[in-house]
């Protein structure tokens, strides 16, 4: 990259900042980003090899957007954030975070097959459309320790107890219709993605 290169993305991140201050202020304290802002910073830094200052915009957002969870390609760059700055513990949570908000990205990161699984999915973000173009590779050199740690996270143990369960929650509330026992196994499914954070 050009320094002309690392300097306009720079500035974009600049930009990006200086058009979510008003947006607060303009909220009495909140923000309303309909347009999306917050989610394009992350790309940016991690562009910059910046993981210091992604890690920096990545609590500054828990701060600011506490109910927020994101969308796959954003927790899948903090999962990245996460493990470059040596916080492995973290970074095993965002990926299994990453995973329960789309159960195929992982696997194209690590250009591994993935099965088309018919499960509920309750957004766009869960599909396996989502990454086809999915521009993160495990052959990028600056990503290749992270995907040597995430090949073996994937397998082991606590991972796929993890997608087990989670898989085997979503395809059963395709097929179980409203009552009782859909109720149950939403609830279900709402702790196993809570737990994580435990």
Known sequence: MTPKQIERIKKKIIVIKRELAPDKRRCGGFFDDSRGLRYLPPELYLKLNDYSGALRYFNW??????????????????????????????????????????????????????????????????SADLVQNLQYSKDKKELTEFADWLGIFVTNEKFCKFANKFIELKVKLKMEPVGQKRTALVFELINLVEYIDK
């Open 61 to 126: 957002f828990k701060k600011n957007f506490p109910d927020d969870i994101g969308f796959p390609i954003f927790l899948f760059e903090w999962t990245i954030t996460l493990f470059k700055t040596q916080q492995i513990k973290e970074a095993e949570k965002k990926a299994l975070q990453t995973f329960s908000s789309n159960i195929y990205l992982l696997d194209k990161f690590l250009e591994k097959e993935s099965l088309e699984i018919n499960k509920l999915e309750n957004s766009n973000w869960a």
